[in-house]
């Protein structure tokens, strides 16, 4: 979600998410005011066969299904599948495939299929917006079958090539320190090194980042910090909107009609990495509308007397948080 989101949700994300099956129901963790049952057809998911993946999104007082999800960058309910050791990584939808019915709606239920390259452990992430709060909840599963289960590979190049285009990621400050802000700058250009200015619009923003620690732990999901979004963050660091108020408002500016700032080559991110360790990072964006994932692996430091923390921001930040140029 947004910085302030983030903000919000981060203490929900418990180092303590372990899950368990419940009968042939995992139950997303951690608890909360929300429960996310998630059932898998075959019930032991194998590497090569489509499994299916549905879920239910229940108030944890009642058991009642909550009617009205929000919609936030033209999808309800957003998953992340990722395998234990961060070599594969997919952002789906129930909306991918099928529409959703009234009845789907109504229920809160929403289910897709998808085929699990390897076998191991793998972790699965909802995101969910309910009443202008967004919501994460874990699952972890075990794929049967053949693969590798290797653990991950540190990979810190700055620069990658991949499909045709020169990817590269800038941070301010560098390194990043956990526990502050990090504008994380993802450039594209193409082989040759020529910038790329023709990017469209995925999923109702022109990036999305998704972030896991090398141990699985401490996911995040951001979106591109726009000039609106940079105006927000001033505002909660000026002390004039708390942090209650401001998420309302991320969540009110991602419900809307999307707006393209950035059609390249640069995509500012901003996220807080809540512990030091090394991260993996999936930026999705969409060069001449072709989808495209490349991943970047940060080291993030702990903060100690004089670290720098410093963010020199290419985001202008002299828009109001109506839109409006202050």
Known sequence: MGFIIFLLSVLTLASSCQEGPDGEVFIGKPSGPYRVELRLDPGRPVAGQETVLAYTVKDAKTG????DLQVLHERILHTFIVSRNLGYFV????ED??????????NATFHYPHTFPHA???????????????????????VGGDGERKAPEEDLRREKLLGGYRISLRSS???PVAGHDVELVCRVETAAGKPVTDL????????HMAAWRLDSEHFGHQHTCTPE????????????????????MMVQMMRGPAKQVYTGPDLPVHHIFPEPGTY????????????????????????????????HSIVPTNVSHSGHAS
């Open 97 to 106: 495939f099928f529409p959703l019915s009234p009845q789907d709606t109504a």
């Open 64 to 67: 009642a299904p909550i009617p």
């Open 91 to 94: 952002h789906t939808h129930h």
């Open 229 to 248: 979004m940079a105006a927000m963050m001033a505002m909660m660091r000026d002390h004039t909107a708390g942090p209650e108020q401001m998420a309302k």
């Open 280 to 311: 993996k990072l999936f930026f999705e964006f969409a060069p001449a509308g072709k989808t495209l994932v490349a991943d970047f692996m940060v080291e993030v430091v702990e903060y100690s007397e004089g670290t720098n923390t410093t963010v």
């Open 200 to 207: 469209s619009m995925y999923l109702g923003t022109e990036v």
């Open 120 to 142: 191991g452990g793998y972790i699965v992430t909802t995101e969910f917006t309910h009443k202008d709060r967004t919501w994460f909840k874990r699952f972890e599963i075990v």
């Open 173 to 175: 400050p560098d390194p």
